[in-house]
């Protein structure tokens, strides 16, 4: 992570932060290194496909959703938290990355397509999360509509 963005998030709430984290995680991703093995590990998912089928990859990946949901607090969001608030507790840090995984699966959960359009279907699914999950800034929920609505597209 560049000195731009950790000035950048600096400047947020713990909870605004962390759902700007949580939310851009794979273009975080893609800038640090690889994790060791996963090229080794991309063949091995390649074959195990080819032998089991599509349905095998399918159940995988949702395995892998599913497990980054519930290791969010201790992985690669969670140090990059700690890089842009060193001095804020673990507990409290990862508090923040809970609520923020929170929002954006109740964002997720509470779209649905309608007739009026892209923007004011994702904008009534924030409105619909947005009472489950208070504390955050106004700037993070138009976020959250902007992102939901450029995934839902």
Known sequence: MDEATISRLSNFSLHDAAFDLWSNRHFFDQQEPPAPFKKQRQAINRLMTRIFG????????????????????????????????????????????????????????????????????????????????PGFSEETYERAASMLMFHMR
Do not use: E, H
Not at 54 to 71: E, H, N, P
Not at 81 to 87: D, E, L, S, T, V
Not at 116 to 129: C, F, K
């Open 54 to 133: 599509l349905r095998f990859a399918i159940r995988r990946s949702i395995a892998a959703v599913k497990r980054d949901i519930k290791t969010a607090p201790d992985g690669r969001t969670f140090k990059r938290m700690k890089n842009i608030f060193p001095r804020v507790g673990d507990n409290d840090l990862k508090t923040a990355i809970r609520a923020a995984v929170k929002l954006d699966n109740d964002c997720s959960k509470q779209f649905s397509y309608s007739a009026d359009g892209l923007w004011q279907d994702a904008q009534r699914a924030v409105a619909l999360a947005r009472v489950r999950n």
